[in-house]
């Protein structure tokens, strides 16, 4: 019975790792053992693998190329990515990685986002923190103010102390205490003189009726006289003062000339005010004459020059007013 090339095959498998002649001789010298017949048979399936194994030795050499193809292929990609990979020109096309910082630049405040946190120590601040600056909810210590700052609990106790005992920060004061504290440079309290404060101690004087100059009547007057007679008036507390009218007579002929002195609190003694004042003529109030603002306790009217009209050598006093 005829040796079937299919059970050849089965029995005789090629080994590509050997020489294709030296396993076809191995096979055929091993067929010739049997018949004439089984030995054409063999022959042609020796034929047949023969034609295999080259076709098989010609797809492992294509693999081979092909692998190789692919290795030098993926080894150039390696070496020389910028001959394969466009370079990236916008940022938006990055996904992943670290930008370096010498690549950013000009970031504005704006761009910073409100929860950035960034630390105090980063910060160059080219100019000084300005009040307006600073949030009212801050909530800045005290103790990060000046020293001669207060709380406005602080600020109403002491308000509450200064209104409950004033005699504990305000002294009563005479005109030589006043003198002293200026002289040591302080400061004293002192009101705007009003008429009423003009009028409430009545006037005295070296004249014949110096009260009749601060009562409130423009129908008496006070008769001066004799040469440096005067009247005085005390507002019995520090005032301000900076104007002066009187009242005049039809019997004045305007020749008649008086002084205005105050007490000068600093020298302790009675200073010019305002020299040289003509007797009016008319029996009305004359306009509110200006002067050098000061600060007094009392005034003092002195008639230098007698006028000489109708009424024969006197100054007719009918009513003053020196004020602020």
């Known amino acids: 019975m005829p040796i079937r090339p299919v059970e050849i095959m089965e029995k005789h498998t090629y080994d590509p790792d050997k020489d294709g002649i030296i396993a076809l001789a191995q096979l055929v010298a091993e067929v010739c053992n049997n018949t004439d017949t089984d030995t054409k048979v063999a022959a042609e399936a020796a034929a047949r693998i023969v034609d295999v194994d080259a076709e098989e030795a010609d797809r492992i050499a294509d693999v081979n190329a092909e692998e190789t193809a692919r290795i030098n292929a993926l080894t150039t990609h390696t070496e020389l990515p910028a001959a394969h990979h466009a370079k990236t020109i916008d940022a938006s096309e990055l996904t992943a990685g670290i930008l370096a910082l010498a690549r950013l630049a000009g970031i504005t405040n704006t761009q910073i986002a409100a929860g950035a946190a960034i630390v105090y120590t980063k910060l160059a601040l080219t100019g000084a923190i300005k009040a307006a600056d600073i949030e009212a909810a801050a909530g800045i210590p005290l103790s990060k103010l000046e020293s001669a700052v207060c709380s406005e609990t602080e600020a109403d106790n002491k308000i509450t102390t200064h209104k409950g005992d004033a005699s504990a920060h305000h002294t009563a004061y005479t005109d030589a205490a006043v003198l002293a504290y200026l002289e040591e440079g302080g400061l004293v309290a002192a009101v705007l ?47 301000i003062i900076k104007r002066w009218r009187q009242y005049g007579s039809v019997e004045h002929d305007g020749s008649g000339r008086f002084t205005i002195q105050y007490w000068d609190l600093v020298a302790g003694a009675w200073a010019d005010w305002s020299t040289d004042i003509a007797t009016r003529t008319l029996a009305s109030w004359s306009e509110l004459i200006t002067e050098t603002i000061v600060y007094t306790t009392k005034v003092k009217i002195i008639h230098t020059t007698l006028d000489a009209g109708p009424f024969t050598d006197a100054n007719l006093v009918y009513e003053m007013e020196i004020i602020d």
């Open 193 to 239: 003189a009003t008429v009423a404060d003009f009028q409430t101690n009545p006037a005295t004087g070296t004249a014949p009726n110096p009260e009749r100059i601060n009562d409130n009547n423009t129908a008496s007057w006070d008769t001066v006289d004799t040469l440096l007679e005067y009247e005085e008036v005390d507002f019995g507390k520090v005032v």
